[in-house]
Every structure is written in C-alpha cells, then in structure tokens.
C-alpha cells in the first residue's frame, strides 16, 4: 500500500516533530557561551567596580534567554560554578544578587554549593 503525496508530507512533518523534540533534550549552550555573556560581570563581583554596569546585565539577560530547557540550565548552572570557582577574590554575596539586581529571575540558587543535577 502506497502513501498518498499528501499523507507522505504528513509523516515527514511528524517525524521531523518527533527528532526535534528529542534533540531539545541535549544541551546548545555552551561554558564559552556562558563566559563570554558575563565576562562583563566579573569587575563587579570581584570588588573592582562599585556599580553593576548595563554590559553585565545586558549578559544575564543574554544568558538567560539561551537557557530555556532543562538540559542549558544545568549547563549554565555547571558553567557558573566553574567561572566561579576560577576567579580569585570573587564575592558569591554579590553575585547571587546579580541576577535580581539585572531584572532576571534564576531558576536555581547562584552558589558554589548549588547541586546543578536537580536544576530544571
């Protein structure tokens, strides 16, 4: 039995529905994605400048957007730890704060301590 030009269409468009869902499922984001977008941020948590400048938080919102599924926000929370715990003299007081400060809300806490396997 054939398929009707009409009917094959349909179960093309299905199974492209099916393969894109599943691949949402792996992570996009990157921790090069991650570093570049709050590169603007690092003078602030560190004590190096006072104010939060409109460049970081112009990042958190960048970040923000790209971290929509499950898989890129255990991404991005595994690549903030890591930036994190790269940096000398940096202030986690002032960085969980950022994200608030910048309009953003974060799905999981902003904390070296943070467990990134129960972000969702």
């Known amino acids: ?5 009409k ?10 529905a099916v393969l894109l869902m599943f691949a949402g499922e792996a992570s996009a984001l990157t921790c090069g994605q991650v570093d570049s977008t709050l590169a ?12 939060l400048s409109q460049r970081c938080c112009g990042g958190v919102r960048s970040l923000n957007a ?28 002032k960085v969980s ?3 608030g400060k910048c309009g953003v809300s974060v799905p999981f806490p902003i904390a070296l301590s943070t467990d990134c396997n129960k972000v969702h």
């Open 40 to 51: 603007p941020c690092v003078a602030y948590a560190t004590g190096r400048e006072k104010m």
């Open 97 to 99: 704060g950022v994200p």
């Open 7 to 16: 009917a094959t269409v349909a179960v093309a468009v299905m199974a492209a």
């Open 66 to 93: 790209l971290a929509r599924s499950t898989p890129d926000r255990k991404t991005a929370c595994e690549c903030l730890k890591k930036l994190a715990g790269g940096i000398k003299s940096i202030d986690m007081g």
């Open 1 to 5: 039995m054939a398929l009707s030009g």
